[in-house]
């Protein structure tokens, strides 16, 4: 059974070696939950939330425009990169793993994308693999949290094996049934008040 854990509970075999900002929640049975949670956790708030960390009811334009997304997203983006310059999805067992956009002519080219497509690099004459798919919306921004689940849903289908919406938010603001979830999509919520990952389901 999948059991939650702190940094500070695993053995010291199994870390993965990287500086936290908050106590990372880590799924030793999932890799590339892992490594989503990690990279989270390693995000820095002045860069992150640097704009805010939610939008108010007169940022309708703002939302629209995702401007809050796109600060968290690139942090976010920083983060993945330092893993991979450490070489941590190679020792999650994820192997090399790049930030790509779909080829040309693929089916899921068209049409709205998750903020990050990962793939795994081929080895051994093996042709490149969708891994992952991963968006980033916050609680605040219900137009953009649908868009999100619903490209997730579509790259899912398409063949990514992961499908990842990560949900920014503060915890006590969220419904008695906590963030959105749905079919097919890994809801993670990462909560601006504590500054850490969790994964929901």
Do not use: C
């Not at 990050?116 to 219900?142: C, F, H, M, T, Y």
């Amino acid at each position: 059974m999948r059991r939650w854990v702190t940094r500070d509970e695993r053995p010291p075999r199994s870390r993965v070696g990287v500086r936290h900002l908050a106590g990372a929640l880590v799924d030793d049975d999932d890799p590339f939950l892992t490594l989503v949670v990690e990279a989270l956790n390693l995000m820095h708030p002045r860069f992150a939330a640097g704009l805010g960390r939610a939008y108010g009811p007169g940022d309708g334009a703002a939302a629209g425009r995702r401007v809050l997304e796109r600060a968290f997203g690139g942090e976010f983006y920083h983060a993945v990169r330092t893993l991979w310059d450490k070489a941590i999805p190679v020792r999650l067992g994820l192997g090399h793993v790049v930030v790509q956009g779909e080829p040309p002519g693929s089916p899921l080219a068209g049409g709205s994308a998750p903020d990050l497509l990962l793939w795994k690099i081929g080895e051994r004459g093996q042709p490149d693999a969708r891994l992952g798919a991963v968006s980033l919306a916050l609680a605040s921004n219900p137009p953009a949290v649908a868009d999100a689940f619903d490209a997730l849903r579509r790259h899912a289908a398409g063949g990514y094996p992961y499908a990842v919406a990560v949900v920014v938010g503060r915890a006590a603001e969220l419904p008695d049934g906590g963030p959105p979830r749905a079919d097919g999509v890994t809801t993670v919520f990462f909560d601006v008040d504590r500054w850490v990952a969790v994964v929901a389901g």
